[in-house]
């Protein structure tokens, strides 16, 4: 099934999801979406954007490095931040990286009112679908 497809029988899975991104964090490129409403593509191409900073920016990348280097360990190219949540106003976004291709994460978008473990649940369960798609 196409990556098109499963964003498209993920959003009715969350609750209250307004739209779904897949996102390669290394180049900051959208790889597809899926939305109950029209974003100007401005917008999305900034998410896309912003969720190659949230992950792996510098300021991210030295903290990831500093956990490093303080435990001792080699800088393998692991990452400590999985799972990232951010409560706007009106929405809930909700991140999660890729467990089998690291640089690309998953955006799933809510609204406010969604009960945010059912989300967070939800989301999580739809990552292997998401993942195997590609």
Do not use: W
Not at 4 to 19: F, G, I, N, R, Y
Not at 111 to 118: Q, S, Y
């Amino acid at each position: 099934m196409s990556l098109d497809a499963v964003l498209s029988q993920v959003v009715p899975t969350v609750p209250e999801c307004l739209a779904v991104g897949y996102v390669d964090a290394g180049s900051g490129m959208l790889l597809s979406i899926r939305t109950v409403d029209s974003h100007p593509r401005e917008v999305i191409d900034l998410v896309a954007a912003a969720t190659g900073d949230l992950f792996n920016g510098p300021n991210v990348s030295m903290i990831e490095k500093m956990f490093k280097r303080s435990r001792g360990l080699s800088d393998d190219g692991h990452h400590y931040f999985q799972e990232i949540i951010i409560n706007s106003d009106n929405l809930i976004h909700v991140f999660l990286r890729s467990k089998s291709v690291p640089d690309y994460v998953a955006v799933f978008v809510c609204r406010r009112t969604a009960n945010l473990g059912m989300a967070l649940t939800k989301a999580r369960m739809a990552m292997p679908q998401i993942e195997a798609a590609l």
